[in-house]
Every structure is written in C-alpha cells, then in structure tokens.
C-alpha cells in the first residue's frame, strides 16, 4: 500500500459521539435529499420536457426518449464513484461531499436554464443530455460517500438507525419533488408548466444546494479517516487497491444495491409515467397521490433501520422485499381506480401504495450496512460509491425505461415482475452473504471490512 502525506487540517480522532454522529446524519440525509428532488424533477417532468426537447409525432416515442435521457444520468455515475471516491479516500470525505452536493445542484440549475429545441435546434437535446451526465457524476460520489461518512462517526452503536437517514433523505427528495410540481401545475395548469413553468422546480435547487452546503462545510471529517491521516497511512491509489484487492465484494453489493433500485424505479420512478401515460390520469391526481404516499411511506426507511440494529440485516431485507413483492400486483391493479373514482379511490389506492413503499424502503438500511461495512477504512469511500452506483445504473436508470417496455409489450402490469426478480434476488444473497460473513459483523459491533472481503474471496476460490 502506498502512502499519502496526510492533511494537515485533520486530528487524530477515532472516537465517534452519538451529537456528531447526529450531525453527519442529519448532513448526509440533506445531500441526498438534493440528490433525489433533483433527479426525481426530472422523471415528473417528463411529459412536459419530452415535446419541447425531442419533438416527435408519437407521444409515446417522446416519452422514452426522454426516459433514455434520464438513464444517461446514471451512466455517468460509476465515472463518478470512482473520482470521487479517490478525493474522498486521499483529501477526506468531508471535501468530496462539499464538492458532490455543488455539482448536482449546479447541474440541476442548469438544467432549468436551457434553451428548448424550438430555439436552440438540435443543440438543446445535446445541452440536456451533458447536463444529466455532470448531474449523474456528482451524484456518483454523493450516497456512497455520505454513507461512509456516517458509517465511520457513529462508533458502530445504531449503525443501522444512523445509515437509515441517507435513505430518508432521499424519500423526502422524492417525495418534494412532485409536491412542487403539482402546485405548480395548480397555480399555472398545464400550459403555464409547458410553456415555462417546468424549470421552476429545477432552478429551486439552487437554494436548496446553497442551504446544504452552509451545513456541510461546518462539519469535521470522520474519526477514522482524521486517524488514518494522522498515522500516514492514507491510501495512494484507492481505484487500483480496491478494484484489485475486493472486487468480489463490490460485485456482491452492487447486486444488493442493484436489487433496492429497481424496485424504487417500479414503485417511485416509473409508477407516475403508468398513472400518467397508461392510465391517463389527471397529472394534479398523480402528483399529489405520489408526494403523499412518498411522504407516508417514508418511516419504513426508520423501520428498517431499527429492524437492522435490533436483529439483523437478512431479516430486515426478507421484511422489506417480502412485502413489497407481495404487494406489488394489487397495487398496479388498484392504481385503475385513481383513473375513474373520486377521493375515496385515491385513499384504495394510497393503502396499497405507502405500505409497498414502506416495505421497499425497510430494507435499504441493511443494505447500506453492508455496503460500507464491508470495506476497510482506507478504501471505502472507492468500494462503497462504486458498487453503490454500478448497481444503480441497472437498476435505477435502466428499470423505468424496461418498465415502459415491458407495458407496451406485454399488458399494463408486466412490470411488477421486475419487483418479484428484484425481491428474490435481494433475499437470496443477503442470505449467502451473512451466513458467510464473521461474526464480529452482526449488528452492534466493529465489522472488519477486510475479513468480510477475504471471506468472500475464499468462497469463490
């Protein structure tokens, strides 16, 4: 292992207290909070954005276009893991995180700025696909890290709890994102939102991302990472050391992270383009159904954190995906009824709806558990947003656009079997990886990350 000169700013510390650990979550959880409004912007955007980007005379063709454009944006993520991951790794992951949650919001900014096709020709489909991609970059250095960053403050006590805010943060971005749209859409209708009221949720990123950065930049870096600085031990080339010394275990939880992402992309990503598309349901109806039940919904995430100190990781994800897959096809038959009844078939629908999401979310605590706990201290921001992201990019940015393929190819329900694939696959490796992994790592006590790595490379010799 080479060494880097450690950074001068930072103590030796390797002691987490529960008030700081607080802070980071509370840190973390408004990051990805400005990660998830920003992205979710975009997907209930959508049909709004589609004619006045990629002008066709199919609706339809428009839409996945558009929904093309939004997996690009994940596709940039890995690139970003890796960028990121290596600033994180050698400059600390307080300094990445400043400069990830910039980026998005900059990105994001930018976004509501662009000139449409009408004004600018090909150039503005051009301008909005680089956009996404600088979006999606910083994104790929942003859950990873955050969760690392927490991981390494809170002094392994209620890890799952603490990892339980990143997810959170997310949700109530995704919950945000529709509740603004859909007041928009009430105060100006559906011709103020085409013409322009489509950037006003984009451009309010801006004062959100300035807000999250004046929290950021007050906090300290991690414990571990100030101690493993101060004993000049920081490593000299994080992307070689991990893709090299645990690539098994990335591989193993980028197909954990790939299993929560696809099914968020069914449940939250994809469920507003049925309602909106499929089923031709008033836009107003599907915002607010959405925000609402996003909102309710998200105390799984607290759930599951819970779950995960109190009695393990397998347990909360046979909890969480043995819910939401049970649920899934009652669900999208129920969603029918929003497009025909009144109030009340909007109430059916959301007691279906937040308990699918609940269940979905219970489980991603125990997947960050494992994500960042799985890797040694001098390489995890590398391992963990690279397999978080790689994971991300099948599951999120490709599941909404195999989502829509699948409706159209094969009935209005065909995509609640990407829920059933996911769930299986989620339960079925958890399974293998705790029932392999040493027993300092159940919850509640210091995980060696590089004896769970060493396990794993074992088992597949």
């Known amino acids: ?20 650990a607080a802070r980071v979550g509370t840190a973390s959880m408004l990051g990805t909070f400005i990660e998830f409004y920003d992205f979710t912007c975009y997907g209930f955007l959508v049909v709004y954005m589609a004619p006045l980007f990629f002008p066709t005379g199919d609706r339809a063709t428009g839409i996945l276009t558009s929904l093309g454009v939004y997996g690009v944006g994940y596709l940039a993520r890995p690139l970003g893991a890796l960028f990121f991951g290596r600033l994180g790794d050698r400059r600390g992951r307080r300094s990445a995180l400043l400069v990830t949650v910039i980026g998005m919001g900059g990105a994001t900014t930018a976004m509501g700025l662009l000139p449409t096709y009408g004004t600018a020709g090909v150039a503005a489909p051009v301008l909005l696909v680089l956009v996404r ?11 990873g890290g955050a969760a ?16 339980a805010l990143i997810p959170l943060g997310s949700s109530l971005g995704v919950a945000v994102a ?9 105060v100006l209708g559906t011709q103020g939102m085409a013409h322009w ?13 300035l807000a999250v950065v004046v929290y950021r930049v007050r906090l300290e870096d991690s414990p571990e990472f100030r101690s493993l600085a101060a004993a000049d031990a920081v490593e000299r080339s994080p992307v070689l050391a991990a893709l090299r010394g645990h690539w098994r275990m990335i591989a193993v939880a980028a197909v954990l992270n790939l299993v929560v992402t696809m099914v968020l992309g069914v449940l939250v990503n994809y469920m507003s383009i049925y309602l909106l598309t499929v089923l031709d349901v008033p836009a107003i109806r599907v915002y607010w159904l959405s925000a609402v039940c996003l909102f309710l919904g998200a105390s799984g995430f607290l759930v599951g954190g819970w779950w995960t100190d109190r009695f393990g990781r397998r347990s ?28 009340w078939a909007l109430v059916g629908a959301g007691a279906l709806y937040v308990p699918a999401l609940a269940f979905s979310y219970a489980a991603a605590p125990a997947m960050y558990v494992t994500l960042t ?5 001098r390489v995890r921001y590398t391992s963990a947003s690279f397999a978080y992201n790689a994971g991300a990019v099948a599951g999120g940015g490709l599941t909404p656009y195999l989502a829509a393929q699948l409706t159209r190819s094969a009935g209005p329900r065909a995509a609640g079997w990407l829920v059933i694939a996911a769930a299986v696959t989620g ?35």
């Open 197 to 209: 009221g489509w950037r006003v949720p984009l451009l309010l990123s801006a004062a959100m991302t």
């Open 373 to 377: 706990q799985a890797f040694p201290t």
């Open 178 to 186: 529709p509740a603004v749209v859909g007041v928009l859409v009430t």
């Open 1 to 20: 292992m080479s060494k880097a000169t450690p950074n001068p700013r930072v103590l030796p510390d390797a002691t987490g207290t529960r008030s700081s």
């Open 133 to 143: 991609m600088v979006q999606g970059f910083c994104a790929g250095g942003e859950i």
């Open 427 to 461: 339960v079925t490796v958890m399974s293998v990886l705790t029932s392999r992994s040493p027993r300092s790592a159940i919850p509640g006590r210091s995980i060696d990350g590089d004896a769970i790595s060493n396990r794993i490379t074992d088992t597949n010799n």
């Open 316 to 343: 909360a994800m046979l909890l969480g995906y043995g819910g939401s897959a049970a649920l899934v096809f009652p669900l999208l038959y129920g969603m029918r009824a929003v497009a025909t009844g009144g109030a």
């Open 148 to 163: 690392t960053l927490v991981s390494e403050s809170d002094g392994g006590r209620r890890r799952g709890r603490f990892q």
